[in-house]
């Protein structure tokens, strides 16, 4: 497999059970890193299941890059560095899923859809695209308090909504850490997983702002969504989310067209006329019939969780997901 001289694909950490013919593929947010997954690890290792995560290196290189981009390619830079990972996996088992929570969302799906167009980073030689293709007609999809499919840009910083809200989900998060640890006195061996993941968001600021940007802008999150078979799709949306809740996902389920004046919008306010006047043409993202209705369907495919956007980082919220994961078929 062809590697940039200086790339090398992030170090996949192993929390679950070993030699599995399962696995779980993590994909961690904006704030926060590969030790997201450390109780899904802890509750599905029990039941001998392989939980994988790794830390985005939020690479920008050439190689991760295909040809054809879409808005900044940030997004597709990381979806390519999934899809990586991912072919790691195969090695081991073909029974793989994706655990994706918030902008891991996004990113998924930004690598699902280069892949279901057959838009191949350079990074991937003849060989890795076949086994990829293979993959993609199997492989299941968990989307957990997803950013990247709702209606409106309340997560793109500098927004009016954004800056209240994300510092809300940021202290909910430090808030779940600690509980989750039993206290602030017991906290102190979790402290290097609020470490890493302000580091993470503070080492990144730029690419951070990018992500947010690609992921409330991007129209091809519905289409890649709707082209993937519901009975490997589940969509976990939390009940106090004060970003992503389930009536504003299920909203846009059913609504996709309402997506893109907001892009509209949000480029009109960035004096983009053009572009503006592109996206309000692209009546909800060029889907057809058949596509709208896909994925009005996967409104059956949305579990409403309790807890909020981080619930799922903790034990308690580990639990209760671990049992809906959605896993593909091996046919």
Known sequence: MFRGKDYHPPELHQLGAEDSDKAV??????????????????????????????????????????????????L???????????LKLTEETDNLTLACHSMGSPIALAGLYDLSIGNFAPIF??????????????IGVNLIAPAGITNNTRALPGSGFAGPRLAQVVGIGVEDVVNDSGGLLKAAPQATRLADAAGYMAGHPITSLRECKGACCNPHMHRVLSNLESGRVRIFAYENDPLFGPEDIIYSLQNPSARDPDAALVEALRLNPRRARELASESSGGLNDFEKRRLAALVDSTVKMEGGHTTAITKVGAEALAPRLVFGSTG
């Open 25 to 74: 593929l993590f994909v961690h947010g904006v704030c926060d890193s590969w030790k997201g997954a450390i109780r899904l690890g802890e509750v599905m290792g029990e039941d001998g299941t392989g939980v994988h995560s790794y830390k985005r290196s939020r690479d920008m290189r050439e190689e991760l890059l295909p040809r054809r981009r879409i808005g900044n390619g940030v």
């Open 76 to 86: 597709q830079a990381a979806g390519a560095e999934m899809l990586l990972e991912l």
């Open 125 to 138: 030689n003849k060989a890795d695209q076949v086994r990829l293709e293979e993959l993609h007609r199997t």
